[in-house]
């Protein structure tokens, strides 16, 4: 297996489970940055939205995704803005990078009720960000994978062929 794989993509897209899926397949850990900040921050995500802000929550961010550098072998999952700051954007640029692409409709059925997802209040501002960010997932990754149709587990093993 190459390195690190890093799943990319919007929010709803199935990163977290797709990137279990891989590393069971392949006997690999795994670690998913949201869960990292959550637990080294000791608050959930929408507290530290709705507290210090997003800039705060993208500086952490920042933090946690520069630390896999030390990782070997790891399947990683993003948070869905991790393309937002140029300096992940150029560290991504030099990992092995899949974006897991979704159409923004079944995005938008996935996380509307979902209470611990503080960007996805407002269907319009979350398209906004859902156009803007598809050139940006383009731009750091070797792969994607269009997601609409197939189970994680199929989506695993047809990534797990693409990159064999
Ligand atoms: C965000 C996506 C979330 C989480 C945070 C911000 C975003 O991760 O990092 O709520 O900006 O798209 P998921 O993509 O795992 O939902």
């Known amino acids: 297996?190459?390195?690190n794989i890093y799943l990319i993509g919007f929010m709803g897209c199935g990163k977290t489970t797709i990137g279990q899926q891989?590393?069971?397949q392949q006997g690999k850990k795994f670690y998913d940055l949201d869960r990292q900040v959550?637990?080294?921050e000791g608050k959930s995500i929408k507290y530290l939205f709705e507290t210090y802000g997003e800039t705060y929550f993208r500086k952490v961010e920042t933090n946690i995704l520069?630390?896999?550098?030390h990782y070997k072998q790891v399947i990683i999952a993003?948070?869905?803005g991790v393309v937002e700051c140029e300096e992940n954007r150029e560290?991504?640029?030099n990992q092995f990078v899949i974006y897991l692409d979704l159409p923004f409709e079944l995005v938008y059925q996935r996380v509307k009720n979902d209470d611990s997802r503080p960007l996805a209040i407002s269907k319009d501002k979350l398209y906004e960000r859902y156009v803007k960010r598809q050139n940006l997932y383009e731009e750091v990754s070797a792969y994607k994978i269009l997601c609409e149709g197939h189970t994680p587990y199929r989506l695993s093993k047809l990534i797990l062929d693409q990159i064999k």
Do not use: D, R, Y
């Not at 520069?66 to 550098?69: F, N, R």
């Open 22 to 24: 891989i590393a069971i």
């Open 66 to 69: 520069l630390e896999t550098k």
């Open 38 to 40: 959550v637990k080294s």
């Open 1 to 3: 297996m190459k390195n």
């Open 91 to 93: 560290f991504l640029k």
């Open 78 to 80: 993003t948070g869905g």
